[in-house]
């Protein structure tokens, strides 16, 4: 391989990927420094908006204050990220609470020069060159990366999604399975599918379970 393409494989953007530690960071934000390590023995969900003072970005804050109780009872924390300065994160932050009544209680990290928002791939130049697309990301309580989800910047995400699948994630810790589409607390669960010809036949057999074939078994949880 020649120098100047070895050059080109080195600049190639790297994106953090599931089921592997989530990029360190250190960063000033609204309520002081934070670092990737302060939030470990808690669930995190990360989360970048492409700018202050803009509506569709409003409308995705005010909804993740409002339901900023329901996260912290699943031991989970908020932070959010932008390429604004800490005085304009401040200021907007403000604004929020005098125009529309509502407290923003969870950090925002100040990125100015797009070192946190590069490690975590929210730098997409076909999106706008010095905004972070609408990323998030959620974080286990070991600093494993286990979800992220890109929503483009001229539509709001869904923070009642991003809440439900923090539930479904952990009960899939707790209990060792998986979840079905639009699954809630209350659902019933995915058991895993058998990995033997053994298996597949008890399977079959499962009692106080939902037995569509060997494959797809729905099962409550206690």
């Known amino acids: 391989m020649s120098e100047t393409n070895e050059n080109v494989v080195n600049e190639a953007p790297v994106y953090p990927r599931l089921n592997e530690p989530a990029p360190e960071f250190t960063a000033p934000t609204t309520h002081g420094q934070k670092s990737l390590s302060d939030y470990r023995g808690k669930w995190l969900v990360l989360f970048s908006?492409?700018?202050?003072?803009?509506?569709?970005?409003?409308?995705?804050?005010?909804?993740?204050?409002?339901?900023?109780?329901?996260?912290?009872?699943?031991?989970t924390e908020l932070l959010g990220l932008s390429i604004d300065s800490n005085f304009s994160h401040i200021a907007w932050v403000r604004n929020i609470r005098e125009k529309l009544g509502v407290e923003i209680p969870f950090p925002i990290i100040a990125d100015l020069k797009m070192e946190v928002a590069k490690k975590y791939g929210m730098i997409h130049p076909a999106a706008a060159d010095t905004s972070a697309?609408?990323?998030?990301?959620?974080?286990?309580?070991?600093?494993?990366?286990?979800?992220?989800?890109?929503?483009p910047m001229t539509n709001g995400r869904s923070i009642d999604e991003i809440l439900r699948l923090v539930k479904a994630l952990q009960t899939t810790d707790k209990y060792g399975v998986a979840t079905p589409e639009g699954w809630q607390p209350?659902?019933?669960?995915?058991?895993?599918?058998?990995?033997?010809?053994?298996?597949?036949?008890?399977?079959?057999?499962?009692?106080?379970?939902?037995?569509?074939?060997?494959?797809f078994v729905k099962k409550d949880i206690a």
């Open 133 to 151: 697309v609408r990323a998030t990301f959620i974080i286990d309580p070991e600093g494993i990366l286990r979800a992220m989800v890109y929503y």
């Open 186 to 215: 209350g659902d019933k669960v995915i058991v895993p599918p058998p990995a033997t010809i053994d298996e597949a036949e008890e399977r079959m057999k499962m009692e106080n379970a939902e037995v569509t074939d060997w494959y």
């Open 49 to 75: 908006h492409p700018a202050d003072f803009t509506p569709v970005c409003t409308t995705e804050f005010v909804a993740f204050a409002r339901r900023a109780k329901d996260f912290a009872e699943l031991n």
